[in-house]
């Protein structure tokens, strides 16, 4: 028995030093142009979402949004805290491994199945100054992984399983920088937080106040299309405040807003569930 002991220690520290280092994507001696990549993610709730990240350029890893997460959910019990990263990176012709990821609150909840993922490599001439968003679709009979500019364009090859046919299509229609996209924010705060009056969260935009929506209501807004930002936060024993960029590029935008122990949590989703109540700004 204490052989086995021993045996499973060394091992287990055989695995922790095998390790690889996450890498700067960016050398420090580096002065050339640059583009930057951001993850993005899809919030199904407290407990999980799909993280769509880069997880390394030319060969090197970095850290990924879901390790970042990861991290950051530790001790949080069956509550996510969602952390999305972005690096910059030489402008120049890479190749990016890229990746779909089903990612826990806590480690046992992973156990009842639905482990959704896709990866691949693609090979991309970066612009200086531009940004790409690592995007992806996943579900049990199509999985995909590419990435966008952004315009919303996708401008790589599409990492692809399953059956496309049976993955229902998007619709929306992408728009011009002189057009406006009807945009719906929406509190999708479930459970016990709503009791505590942890629910509510205080939405601003480009510095402007949009007031309180409380979990199941909506505001709707129109904004024109490009980048803007949007401050959010809670009470939660302390003030929790966060920023978050938004790229507006299509006619429709859906904005899911939750909020959690320790950080507000925004997803760009493909449609408003049923059931949320309108409230006038």
Same mark, same amino acid.
């Given at each position: 028995?204490?052989? *086995?002991?021993?045996?499973?220690?060394?091992?287990?520290?055989?695995?922790?030093?095998?390790? =690889?280092?996450p890498s700067k994507p960016t050398p420090d001696a580096y002065k050339g142009? &640059?583009?930057?990549?951001?993850? !993005?993610?899809?919030?199904?709730?407290?407990?999980?979402?799909?993280?769509?990240?880069?997880? /390394?350029?030319?060969?090197?890893?970095?850290?990924?949004?879901?390790?970042? !997460? %990861?991290?950051? /959910?530790? #001790?949080?019990?069956?509550?996510? /805290?969602? &952390?999305?990263? *972005?690096?910059?990176?030489?402008?120049?012709?890479?190749?990016?491994?890229?990746?779909?990821?089903?990612?826990?609150?806590?480690?046992?909840? /992973?156990?009842?199945?639905?482990?959704?993922?896709?990866? #691949?490599? &693609?090979?991309?001439?970066?612009?200086?100054?531009? @940004?790409?968003?690592?995007?992806?679709?996943?579900?049990?009979?199509?999985?995909?992984?590419?990435?966008?500019? =952004?315009?919303?364009?996708?401008?790589? @090859?599409?990492?692809?399983?399953?059956?496309?046919?049976k993955q229902k299509i998007n619709k929306e229609q992408f728009i011009n920088s002189s057009q406006y996209s009807t &945009? %719906?924010?929406?509190?999708?705060?479930?459970?016990?937080? *709503?009791?505590?009056?942890?629910? %509510?969260?205080?939405?601003?935009?480009?510095?402007? =106040? +949009?007031? !309180?929506?409380?979990?199941?209501?909506?505001?709707?807004?129109?904004?024109?299309?490009?980048?803007?930002?949007?401050?959010?936060?809670?009470?939660?024993?302390?003030?929790?405040?966060?920023?978050?960029?938004?790229?507006?590029?299509?006619? *429709?935008?859906?904005?899911?807003?939750? !909020?959690?122990? %320790?950080?507000?949590?925004? =997803?760009?989703?493909?449609?408003?569930?049923?059931? +949320?109540?309108?409230?006038?700004?």
């Open positions: 028995m204490k052989n *086995n002991i021993f045996k499973l220690i060394i091992l287990s520290v055989g695995m922790i030093s095998g390790c =690889s280092v142009p &640059v583009a930057t990549i951001y993850d !993005t993610n899809k919030y199904l709730g407290p407990e999980k979402g799909y993280f769509f990240e880069l997880e /390394s350029i030319d060969g090197g890893s970095i850290q990924s949004s879901s390790e970042a !997460t %990861r991290i950051a /959910s530790s #001790g949080s019990g069956f509550h996510m /805290s969602p &952390v999305l990263k *972005n690096r910059k990176v030489p402008a120049k012709k890479s190749v990016l491994t890229i990746r779909g990821v089903t990612s826990y609150a806590a480690p046992i909840l /992973s156990f009842g199945g639905g482990n959704l993922n896709i990866k #691949g490599n &693609v090979q991309l001439m970066l612009k200086a100054n531009e @940004n790409y968003y690592v995007k992806g679709q996943l579900s049990e009979k199509y999985k995909a992984i590419w990435l966008e500019d =952004s315009r919303g364009r996708v401008i790589s @090859n599409k990492i692809e399983i399953g059956d496309k046919s &945009v %719906r924010i929406f509190n999708t705060t479930e459970g016990i937080r *709503n009791f505590m009056g942890a629910g %509510r969260m205080k939405v601003s935009i480009n510095g402007k =106040s +949009y007031g !309180t929506i409380k979990s199941k209501e909506y505001i709707q807004i129109k904004l024109k299309a490009g980048k803007h930002q949007i401050d959010l936060s809670h009470w939660d024993l302390v003030t929790l405040k966060s920023n978050h960029p938004v790229n507006i590029n299509q006619e *429709n935008t859906f904005l899911g807003i939750t !909020t959690t122990p %320790r950080s507000n949590v925004l =997803s760009i989703d493909e449609a408003m569930p049923k059931g +949320y109540r309108f409230i006038k700004r």
